[in-house]
């Protein structure tokens, strides 16, 4: 690869992720890290990226991203999937928090259909998608307004989640790889995140292919802590997230995945059914990821989540 069209793949995956890694970077573009850098520290000097702590950041330093404009067109269809695949995780009378982000919006739309449900959130997005929902209670949190991702963020939103105790909380991000769990590019919404964490039994990750394998700056979701990933499955060609997804599962994060798009109707997307992992560590059974998840059973539950844990 040349460096011209090196430099522009660069430019291209910080711009959509807010923050990538050095590490990341090599790993697209295949090669070391010292070119990497060097490319990184070109396209400084022309004012197009900032270098910060091992990786590259949108000029302006750690908190710029992408607004919801930008990410409401990326992945729709994987994240319609997916949220058809979380809703069914949800039972009737449950309390749970839901985090801000896109493919959380799109989950609440769903459950709006769930009775007797108590949903605390920072995002107003998701407020506003159960808003008129019957038998539905939303609790907001406190906090400053974050224009770019309609988000309430700072002190008062975290004060406002001590002492809460729900069953389950559901959260996207911008990166989500084995080695440091889920990740976003702001620090105002990593530090929520993590208290929306600290107040549930059980945490959900929603986050489409095109998450898996991104590391961004700030981490919300230690790996040890993600109780399941809810997902899509990889392009046959995308080894990147499929690799990850078997370290996912090797770490115990059980794995749900939805297909690239919904039925007709909206009907929710099944599951794909997997066979447990071997009890040695990182074996992969039936040839790979692709042979775990296999298809799903005959007469299977629709929306069955599909489980990959160590024995």
């Known amino acids: 690869m040349f460096a ?6 660069i430019l291209e995956m910080v711009r959509a992720n807010g923050a990538v890694s050095l590490r990341e970077l090599a790993r697209v573009v295949q090669t070391s890290e010292v070119t990497v850098r060097r490319d990184v520290r070109a396209l400084e000097a022309e004012g197009l990226l900032d270098r910060r702590h091992g990786g590259a950041v949108l000029p302006g330093g750690f908190t710029r991203e992408s607004g919801f ?17 979380a809703a069914g995780l949800v039972e009737e009378g449950e309390a749970i928090v839901v985090g801000a982000g896109t493919t959380t919006q799109e989950l609440a739309r769903r459950l709006a259909r769930v009775p007797g449900l108590t949903v605390v959130t920072n995002s107003l997005l998701v407020a506003q998608a ?3 929902a019957n038998r539905v209670e939303v609790v907001m949190t406190g906090g400053t307004l974050r224009g770019s991702n309609y988000a309430l963020v700072g002190s008062g939103a975290e004060q406002s989640l001590q002492g809460l105790r729900v069953s389950k909380a559901f959260l ?3 990166g989500l790889t084995a080695e440091r769990g889920l990740s976003t590019s702001n620090m105002l919404s990593a530090s929520v995140d993590r208290a929306l ?7 959900v990750v929603l986050a489409d292919h095109t998450k898996l394998g991104t590391d961004t700056m700030f981490q919300t979701v230690p790996t040890d802590v993600i109780t399941r990933l809810v997902t899509d499955e990889p392009p046959v060609h995308d080894d990147r997230a499929a690799t990850e997804l078997q370290a996912l599962a090797d770490q115990g994060v059980q794995i749900a995945v939805a297909g690239a798009s919904s039925p007709p109707g909206g009907e929710q997307v099944p599951a794909r059914r997997a066979p447990l992992p071997g009890p040695r560590r990182g074996q992969v059974a039936g040839g790979g990821l692709r042979g775990m998840l296999g298809e799903p059973a005959a007469g299977a539950e629709r929306g069955r989540v599909a489980d990959l844990r160590r024995r």
């Open 197 to 203: 964490v600290q107040a549930a039994a059980e945490v």
């Open 130 to 132: 159960l808003a008129h």
């Open 4 to 9: 011209a069209e090196r430099r522009q793949l």
């Open 69 to 85: 404009p930008q990410k409401s067109h990326l992945a729709t269809a994987e994240k319609t999937a997916i949220a058809d695949l």
């Open 172 to 174: 996207s991000g911008s």
